[in-house]
């Protein structure tokens, strides 16, 4: 999927999914779908292939006891459980480059501003991330419950003193410059370089 622009996130086929990721996501998926079936069955007609009269047995002891609130509600919790960490699983954002200046090659010390953002108008401070000797930064935030996309931008005008002396920054997705600079969709992988004028 490259160069599509979808409802104000970029997506790149570039941006890699770890595949541990990926195995976490399906484990979690089909877990909360057995724990789907298995509550259906337990509170069907026939649960859990029981005899009626084997399950009435059962329940004897709890005649008490609203057994099936109870049960339904322990696989509701368990289920919001699962999805809840499903949802956590997709926060995990890793951006990467390197920062240049044409003729003068690697940039270090450059501060790399990191915000999570709903794509309106909310945004949230995460992190910053620095270059190093070889132009490169580096860096993984987890976005926020709420916020669907990561951004990053080059602050010029701070310390140190390296990058004070440029002005103009121009962006580059895999190697491609590009214009709308520069938000990726929470939970993956993006590639953006810098290069630098005086």
């Known amino acids: 999927m490259r160069g599509v622009r979808c409802h104000f996130f970029w997506i790149s086929s570039e941006m890699d999914w770890p595949m541990s990721k990926t195995l976490s996501t399906v484990k979690c998926l089909i877990t909360t779908a057995l724990l789907i079936g298995i509550c259906e069955t337990a509170f069907g007609n026939t649960p859990l292939r029981l005899t009626k009269s084997e399950w009435k047995m059962i329940r004897k002891p709890f005649a008490n006891i609203n057994v099936r609130f109870i049960g339904a509600s322990f ?8 999805l809840g960490s499903c949802d956590r699983l997709k926060g995990i954002t890793t951006i990467y480059g390197t920062v ?29 991330a620095y270059t190093d000797k070889e132009g490169k930064y580096e860096v993984t935030v987890d976005a926020p419950r709420g916020y669907s996309q990561i951004e990053c931008s080059v602050v010029l005008d701070s310390d140190p003193v390296s990058s004070k002396e440029y002005r103009v920054a121009e962006a580059w997705q895999d190697g491609k410059k590009i214009k709308n600079c520069c938000s990726v969709v929470a939970g993956w992988k993006a590639n953006f370089d810098f290069k630098l004028f005086k």
């Open 75 to 82: 696989c509701l919790w368990i289920i919001g459980t699962l």
């Open 100 to 128: 240049t200046a044409p003729g003068y090659g690697p940039v270090d010390s450059v501060r790399i501003s990191v915000i999570a953002s709903n794509g309106f108008v909310r945004t949230k401070f995460l992190t910053n």
